[in-house]
T-cell receptor
Framework: QKEVEQNSGPLSVPEGAIASLNCTYSDRGSQSFFWYRQYSGKSPELIMFIYSNGDKEDGRFTAQLNKASQYVSLLIRDSQPSDSATYLCAVNSGGYQKVTFGTGTKLQVIP | DVKVTQSSRYLVKRTGEKVFLECVQDMDHENMFWYRQDPGLGLRLIYFSYDVKMKEKGDIPEGYSVSREKKERFSLILESASTNQTSMYLC?????????????FGNGTRLTVT
């Protein structure tokens, strides 16, 4: 079983809709959870991190964490074509910041 | 803004060559990392370093070594390059561990081994 799992997509949503990206992880001791965005040919950039159960909002982005279900998600409201990218879920299981990445979900926002 | 600079954007090497990938960060970060990224496999950690001259193996260290002689510089070494090391290599740095410190990535080096 992979440590961090994401659906590879592509996930296609119309412009203005809500995009919902999901991630599950296997290590119950995981402490911190990150969402990175990666445009084609570019390096990943941090969008959000979350470490407490519940929701965390930042502009159009909301991260949701449910440690009991070992599930973290990212919602993008009012999706824009510029949101089209691959979204990487990353999990820190503690120690010397050993961060494990999922394989990413490709999001396509259709104008 | 944190700047992580990788010395080469594209690199083509021959099988058996010794290859050096260089990474420099300007934010005095303690932690530095080397990942490789391959389609369908995502980002996989090769090595990381939490202090000068300190290094820890990641998930796929075989065929690689690292060097960190100065805090700002972390080098990845392919002792004898092989075709299965053709990949995108990403360097990253981060502040000291809190568990919530994000990684700051360089622009990547696309290495082709022929």
């Amino acid at each position: 079983q992979k440590e961090v799992e994401q659906n590879s997509g592509p996930l296609s949503v119309p412009e203005g809709a809500i995009a919902s990206l999901n991630c599950t992880y296997s290590d119950r001791g995981s402490q911190s959870f990150f969402w990175y965005r990666q445009y084609s040919g570019k390096s990943p950039e941090l969008i959000m991190f979350i470490y407490s159960n519940g929701d965390k909002e930042d502009g159009r982005f909301t991260a949701q964490l449910n440690k009991a279900s070992q599930y973290v998600s990212l919602l993008i409201r009012d999706s824009q074509p510029s949101d089209s990218a691959t979204y990487l879920c990353a999990v820190n299981s503690g120690g010397y910041q050993k961060v494990t990445f999922g394989t990413g979900t490709k999001l396509q926002v259709i104008p | 803004d944190v700047k992580v600079t990788q010395s080469s954007r594209y690199l083509v090497k021959r099988t058996g060559e010794k290859v050096f990938l260089e990474c420099v960060q300007d934010m005095d970060h303690e932690n530095m990392f080397w990942y490789r990224q391959d389609p369908g496999l995502g980002l996989r950690l090769i090595y990381f370093s939490y202090d000068v001259k300190m290094k820890e193996k990641g998930d796929i260290p075989e065929g690689y070594s690292v060097s960190r002689e100065k805090k700002e510089r972390f080098s990845l070494i392919l002792e004898s390059a092989s075709t299965n090391q053709t990949s995108m290599y990403l360097c990253a740095s981060s502040p000291p561990l809190t568990g919530h410190s994000p990684l700051h990535f360089g622009n990547g080096t696309r290495l082709t081994v022929t």
